[in-house]
């Protein structure tokens, strides 16, 4: 998976000089004067590449940008690139060249990020990022609109470990190596292991976000570790794999959680199968990007934060009966599952 992850970075860093270029003549053209041109008459159509529709995070968003840009009077020009980073860039040349006032970009991975960023910026389009950042010093964004993902894998880590008396051996889920959300998600539990000596984490597999692969994963931390406590999964769905594993196997008594806040997370909870989740605010980030992209459009961005990080909320089985999907992941939420 590594060897994958960095042919791809090598193959997209050679395409980044021949996207600039032909961007930077686009914006010699006009493309980048309509950037400012927000407000009445000017340019009100706002550009949105987002890694894949699938995910039910990208769904909610995308959702939560439609209904700001419908109440303000807004277009959306929505591209989806099904988590092929090729794909994406040259999506982002495309709405480039349609010359969009600014670029809402939720990125495939890092690299992908920082190809599209720089893209923009040099045909004068503000970007607004959501989930995902650029790798450092690779283009410059209006703002970055995020999970606060370190703070909720923390929380989730430390409250994981209390279910079990702060000692035991425990199992990590990690997401798409080097993606924003796997390496903060990560550095939480990381901090939080340091906190509790005597929990031992003895497995660690790349499960890629993916259910399937977390419950091929899981099969196989099980075989090796029979008095496993936990298995921590970076995302709901590994989590739910993680857990469907364990009940394939009549193990019990464990616990499995994830970070999301999906409604089939929920569900599982509620069902005794999964035990927590950290629920994000996907469909509230989209609000936030609409609004923030035309603030600047209509030349009042000067207040824009250049980091925007929300907050999440732990849903146990304390609270899972009180809280509603809907205020995490839209109004059609429990229709996505």
Not at 137 to 147: M, P, S, V
Not at 222 to 240: C, H, R, T, Y
């Amino acid at each position: 998976m590594e060897r994958r992850a960095n042919t791809q970075r090598r193959a997209l860093k050679a395409l980044v000089p021949l996207t600039v270029l032909a961007v930077a003549a686009l914006s010699g053209c006009g493309g980048g004067a309509a950037a400012g041109d927000g407000g009445e008459g000017g340019n009100k159509t706002i550009g949105v590449s987002v890694a894949d529709q699938k995910s039910l995070f990208y769904v909610a968003a995308v959702q939560g940008m439609e209904a700001e840009a419908k109440a303000r009077g807004y277009e959306l020009k929505v591209t989806s690139a099904n988590n092929n980073s090729n794909q994406q860039v040259s999506q982002v040349n495309d709405l480039l060249t349609q010359q969009v006032g600014a670029l809402i970009f939720i990125s495939q991975d890092s690299t992908a990020a920082s190809a599209g960023v720089r893209a923009a910026n040099q045909a004068d389009v503000p970007v607004i990022a959501v989930d995902q950042k650029p790798e450092s010093g690779d283009g410059e964004l209006a703002t970055y609109i995020a999970t606060d993902s370190v703070k909720a894998a923390k929380d989730l880590c430390d409250w994981t470990f209390s279910q079990f008396g702060d000692s035991g051996k425990v199992a990590l889920l990690h997401g798409v190596l080097g993606s924003t959300a796997e390496v903060q998600r990560t550095q939480g539990c990381m901090e939080s292991l340091q906190e509790h000596p005597n929990v031992q984490l003895v497995a660690e597999e790349t499960a890629n976000w993916d259910e399937t692969e977390a419950f091929k994963a899981t099969q196989n931390i099980l075989s090796a570790n029979p008095d496993l406590k936990a298995v921590i999964g970076e995302s709901d769905a590994m989590g739910l794999g993680a857990a469907k594993a364990a009940q394939q196997a009549g193990r019990t008594g464990m616990t499995f959680v994830g970070i999301d806040g999906f409604p089939t997370m929920f569900e599982g909870i509620e069902a005794g199968l999964t035990q927590a989740t950290m629920a994000q605010q996907p469909y509230k980030m989209g609000q936030i990007a609409v609004d923030n992209a035309i603030s600047i459009l209509e030349g009042e961005g000067d207040g824009i934060p250049a980091e925007q990080y929300q907050d999440t909320v732990l849903i146990t089985k304390d609270n899972v009966a009180s809280e509603d999907v809907t205020t995490f992941y839209g109004p059609d939420a429990k229709q996505q599952q």
